[in-house]
């Protein structure tokens, strides 16, 4: 046998007990307790926000009691529904390692459709309803040919987007508003309660409201498209590598622009639920930040901005985070700013241990 000059490469080379010793030493060894952290956050990615929700559940409520009270918790989750629902299409998006700002203008322009198309133009109320999705639904194949034919970054494409979405949109309505009364009970759906649970009102009455259900039943359908059908795989493993996926035969640009003409579908859904929860339809329903407010979610929730890693159960939960900080700080007696200041303060935390997350060793 040749000698390596090298005792240690000698005896691993040989099969000796120190070669087989070192390799199992190095096989069993022990984790320090932030390491197994970081690993089980790293399988578990919903943990992170989890843990988060239910710090904030405890403070705020040290802080106001009324906060954890069920008419509060109501109008609070009632709240959450339209965010939810457009951060549901945002994560699709995300963990392609791609991002949409014109998510709040796909969602008010599909729902100035609605509204003004059965409002204005007597379509019957399930027509409108669905030529408000068919524009959701353009307007994200739009997204998805701008990133998947021309090349362009994501970040450029619907920043692009952002401005033709909001002029069309504002062209379209003459910034006029569509009430109530004018429109059907089709597109107030959102606004039933088909639950009441304690008191019939006040501050005991927990309504639950037919939005709710809605996007429950949403991220249930696409949570399990992710998880068990080979699109949702693909979706995964475009974002975690676009060429390894190539090279393995998937083809990855039809990926791409699928995710985001089904996001455009959840964006005007989500438009649709804003229009029965507010019982409006406004060119100003949806206020400035709701782009952010979107990522936001996303984010808290667990999803890499890198792609191919993130659970939709960790969106809904960011979501959550996102209106018990707002609720919360609000009941306090915080202003506005030290809100927005709170949210910033929580994306940053989120984006660094994401970073953190992604260091983990095998």
């Not at 339809?281 to 400035?288: F, G, H, V, Y």
């Amino acid at each position: 046998m040749t000698d390596t000059g090298s005792p240690v490469a000698d005896d691993v080379a040989a099969g000796s007990p120190a070669g087989g010793s070192a390799a199992a030493e190095f096989a069993n060894r022990k984790y320090t307790l932030l390491e197994r952290a970081q690993h089980l956050l790293h399988a578990r990615s919903y943990l992170s926000p989890l843990i988060v929700l239910v710090l904030s559940y405890l403070v705020f409520t040290l802080l106001n009691d009324r906060f954890i009270l069920p008419g509060n918790q109501a109008t609070m989750i009632k709240s959450v529904v339209v965010v939810a629902i457009l951060a549901l299409g945002q994560t699709l998006i995300i963990l392609t390692a791609g991002i949409d700002l014109s998510v709040g203008f796909i969602a008010l322009l599909s729902m100035m459709v609605m509204a003004k198309t059965s409002a204005e133009q007597g379509w019957s109320p399930w027509l409108s309803i669905l030529a408000g999705l068919v524009v959701g639904l353009a307007c994200g194949a739009l997204n998805g040919a701008l990133v998947t034919k021309l090349n362009l970054p994501p970040f450029i494409a619907t920043l692009g987007t952002f401005g033709i979405i909001q002029a069309t949109m504002l062209l379209y309505t003459k910034g006029k508003t569509v009430l109530g009364p004018d429109l059907s009970e089709s597109h107030l759906i959102a606004g039933n309660i088909p639950l009441r649970l304690g008191a019939e009102r006040g501050p005991d009455s927990f309504a639950i409201y037919l939005g709710i259900v809605i996007m429950l039943a949403l991220y249930a359908a696409v949570g399990f498209a992710l998880s068990q059908t080979a699109w949702g795989r693909h979706v995964y493993a475009v974002g975690d590598d676009a060429e390894a996926a190539r090279l393995s035969g998937i083809r990855v640009k039809r990926v791409l622009f699928s995710v985001y003409a089904v996001a455009g579908v959840l964006f005007a859904i989500g438009g649709w639920m804003a229009l029965g929860l507010n019982s409006v339809a406004s060119p100003n329903l949806l206020s400035d930040d709701t782009n952010l407010a979107s990522i936001t979610a996303v984010v808290i929730g667990g999803t890499s901005l890198f792609g191919g890693r993130g659970r939709l159960v960790g969106t809904l939960l960011g979501a959550l985070i996102y209106a018990t900080f707002d609720r919360g700080l609000s009941l306090a007696g915080a202003d506005q700013q030290w809100r927005v200041f709170a949210v910033g303060v929580l994306v940053l935390l989120a984006v660094s241990v994401d970073q953190w997350i992604r260091k983990v060793k095998a």
